[in-house]
Nanobody, 116 residues
Framework: VQLVESGGGLVQAGSSLRLSCAAS????????MGWYRQAPGKQREVVAG????????NYADSVKGRFTISRDNAKNTMYLQMNSLKPDDTAVYYC??????????WGQGTQVTVSS
């Protein structure tokens, strides 16, 4: 499984961005997926997760009400809609997928920078 993120950029506080994560390879084996982020000098943290059918989602408290995770299995793509962005949201955002055997896969990351 290969994961490629896109959609990051430099925006002002209060703006919106939509991240995409395109999966390729053995996509039929992918179960849960999620978004993580890592800010400079900090540990990588989970942002949001979604089940294989998209029926269940969960979010970090810091992004609840502002971010929305979704996936389109027909397109093998996961999304993260980010609204009301804050400078604290500045980080490299990573896509993660887990297959039926429990193996995890990571994308290369996309930078999101929010200026105040």
């Amino acid at each position: 499984v290969q994961l490629v993120e896109s959609g990051g950029g430099l925006v002002q506080a209060g703006s919106s961005l939509r991240l995409s994560c395109a999966a390729s390879g053995s996509t039929f084996s992918i179960n849960a997926m999620g978004w993580y982020r890592q800010a400079p000098g900090k540990q990588r943290e989970v942002v949001a997760g979604i089940t294989s059918d998209g029926g269940t989602t969960n979010y970090a408290d810091s992004v609840k009400g502002r971010f929305t995770i979704s996936r389109d299995n027909a397109k093998n793509t996961m999304y993260l809609q980010m609204n009301s962005l804050k400078p604290d949201d500045t980080a490299v955002y990573y896509c993660h997928a887990r297959d039926a055997l429990g193996y995890g896969y990571w994308g290369q990351g996309t930078q999101v920078t929010v200026s105040s």
